[in-house]
């Protein structure tokens, strides 16, 4: 069975920074994501507000480079939970019990860089990203710099295909 989900959008308000009885930290959150088509009639895109929740030093993290209006990616796995109202009614809730959270913007753009991974048991710098411009595919300049590697002419008869 697989159970992974990964969302990219924005915090609705700045997360919430809890501990339990034996000192866990956990923090809850909430992103605001984007469908990516609308209506049939072409009007505006919809919204899911997804319920998050990071334990531990991944939760910390949320806590401490996240706010509200940030730009966040996030992988885990969806959780329903079924409870009970005030009035007794009975409720069910989904929220994303979280994995991996990562800054889905630029430094320049949000004033941090990194992430925190937890298969990997700490903090990283962010990995260079490349999105093609809007308007097309336009090419790519690689990131990589110097003379490490060797320009291949197109005719190499040299190989065995």
Known sequence: MLNHIVIMGRLTRDPELRRTQSGTAVA???????????????????????????WRQTGEFVSKYFQKGSM????????????????????????????????????????ESGSYNRDNGGYSAPAQSYSAPQS??????????????????????????
């Open 72 to 111: 966040a990616v996030v992988s885990g796995r969806l959780q329903l939970r079924d409870w009970q109202d005030r009035d007794g009614n009975k409720r069910r809730s989904a929220e994303v019990v979280v994995d991996n959270v990562y800054f889905g913007e630029s430094k320049r753009q949000s004033g």
């Open 136 to 161: 097309g595919y336009q090419g790519y300049q690689s990131p990589v710099r110097g003379s490490d590697f060797e320009e291949l002419s197109d005719d190499d008869g040299d190989l065995p295909f």
């Open 28 to 54: 809850s959150f909430t992103l605001a994501v984007d469908r990516d088509f609308s209506g049939r009639d072409g009007g505006e895109k919809q919204t899911d507000f997804i319920d998050c929740v990071a």
